[in-house]
């Protein structure tokens, strides 16, 4: 599993036992629940680290998507705490909820309607209100970084892509590793996205977008 994928798994799992205390409190008009990671950790198996914890819910889940605030910790030095007071702010939670649980995506992308565009700023793959985030600064940024300079379904060489990601000229067989990046963003784009088509396509040793604008 790569690190994006084992990233977005934790997530999950952490979203998934806050519903699950969610939907045993209940919302109210301030959802406030009381959550010791430790006990959940013996309850639902696959569970990140203490550490990983404490950084998905105050950097992923409060500082970035802004569907919680921490309330109060057990502890006072944020690393030694192990349950959390948190306020859930009830549409947000839900909306990341959906977007990272797969079960709950309802049917498929219209990749004729919905809009794919790529964010920079993001390093995310958007289709629609659904977002795909890659690692910032690897392989796979910089080929849609460069992909998404380009029109749709013009085909460029992996010679120019691999100059432009990496600022060398490169082997003649090192169109493999341009060939692998491309595959591993459709695999994303694929499984993110519960579709069937491809973003990228290869032929000729060039790839060519195949939406967006």
Avoid at 19 to 28: D, F, P, R, S, W
Avoid at 151 to 180: H, L, M
Avoid at 184 to 189: I, M, Q, S, T, Y
């Amino acid at each position: 599993m790569d690190p994006i994928e084992e990233a977005n798994k934790e997530i999950l799992w952490v979203l998934r036992v806050l519903k699950k205390t969610i939907e045993v409190e209940g919302y109210g008009k301030i959802c406030v629940i009381n959550v010791n990671f430790s006990d959940l950790m013996l309850e639902y198996p696959n569970s990140p680290s203490l550490t990983n914890i404490r950084h998905i819910v105050r950097n992923q889940l409060e500082k970035k998507h802004k569907v919680l605030e921490i309330v109060d910790t057990n502890n006072d030095k944020w690393y030694g705490s192990t349950r959390f007071i948190l306020e859930i702010k009830e549409q947000k939670f839900e909306k990341l909820y959906k977007e990272y649980e797969p079960t709950e995506l309802k049917g498929k992308v219209n990749l004729k309607k919905d809009h794919v565009k790529f964010l920079e700023d993001k390093s995310t793959i958007v289709v629609g209100d659904l977002e795909c985030p890659l690692l910032p600064y690897k392989n796979e940024f910089y080929l849609c970084k460069v992909m998404f300079n380009q029109k749709v379904n013009t085909p460029i060489s992996w010679d120019f892509i691999y100059k432009e990601t990496t600022g060398d000229e490169g082997p003649k067989n090192e169109w493999r590793s341009v060939y692998d990046t491309m595959r591993k963003v459709n695999k994303r784009f694929m499984q993110k996205f519960n579709i069937d088509y491809k973003l990228f396509s290869w032929q000729n040793k060039t790839i060519k977008r195949n939406f967006g604008t």
